[in-house]
């Protein structure tokens, strides 16, 4: 959380400052794109980045106090607005349509430069995998499930969305799994969901599936070498727990 408590202090002492001001007329270098500009963009706090992405507030209400409301609601904790669909962000004064959808499209991005993979990644322990995968599941409400692809010597090929469901469950077609491996000549994979609801113990569901795609996996010689259950605290291996 980059919103210290000294941050913060100092945030509410300049809007204070400029209460029912808008930020044109601030003093320039406390306008977050002035600030950027003659300071670099590691000097603007979460709150004024939220607030360029915002552009405007509402009456009386500057971008950056605004942006200041969200985040103190949710005790600036930058997972949690992340985790915001438009539904959610909307319910603040102040933020439209078009708003929260700046909003969750920069977010989106950030994931997504998480997930710039580098292509000799080799993802031999849960502890990698964990690592490699976590940022896919990181700020999801539903559960997913993914497979990662591997080569004999589990060198990373691919990550490919195999299903998305509600909170608690998602429908998984086998035939998918194989046909992902296959089109990339993979040996082996990782099967991959996550659990919204944090709990990290494997359901039966879970463990019938994994069993399944075991079996069919030794049939064709594409070895499951791990299925990980993620969660926003942790993750459950099914290898380090030898039930594959």
């Not at 408590?5 to 808008?22: A, E, G, R, S, W």
């Not at 040996?187 to 075991?214: C, Y």
Request: charged share 25%; glycine share 6%.
């Amino acid at each position: 959380m980059f919103e210290t408590i000294f941050f913060v202090k100092l945030i509410n002492k300049k809007l204070k400052m400029y209460q029912n001001q808008p930020i044109k007329q601030w003093v320039n270098e406390d306008q977050p794109r002035e600030k950027l500009l003659q300071r670099g963009i590691n000097a603007l706090t979460d709150s004024e980045l939220i607030a360029l992405l915002l552009g405007t507030g509402y009456k009386d209400i500057s971008a950056v106090e605004l942006g200041n409301k969200i985040l103190h609601s949710i005790n600036y904790d930058l997972d949690t607005i992340a985790r915001m669909n438009v539904e959610d962000l909307c319910k603040y004064k102040g933020v439209g349509e078009a708003k929260a959808i700046t909003l969750m499209a920069s977010f989106e991005l950030g994931r997504r430069r998480k997930l710039k993979l580098n292509e000799e990644i080799i993802l031999n322990c849960s502890e990698k995998s964990h690592e490699f995968f976590r940022p896919i599941f990181s700020d999801l409400n539903i559960e997913e499930f993914h497979v990662g692809l591997l080569n004999q010597k589990n060198k990373w090929l691919k990550t490919v969305k195999i299903s998305q469901g509600g909170i608690s469950s998602t429908s998984v077609d086998i035939r998918l799994i194989f046909k992902a491996a296959l089109d990339v000549y993979a040996t082996r994979i990782i099967l991959i969901h996550n659990h919204p609801s944090g709990n990290l113990t494997p359901s039966f569901q879970d463990n019938e599936l994994t069993s399944k795609i075991v079996s069919l996996g030794k049939m064709i010689e594409i070895n499951v070498v791990d299925h990980l259950i993620i969660t926003n605290n942790g993750y459950f291996s099914y290898a380090d727990n030898n039930l594959l």
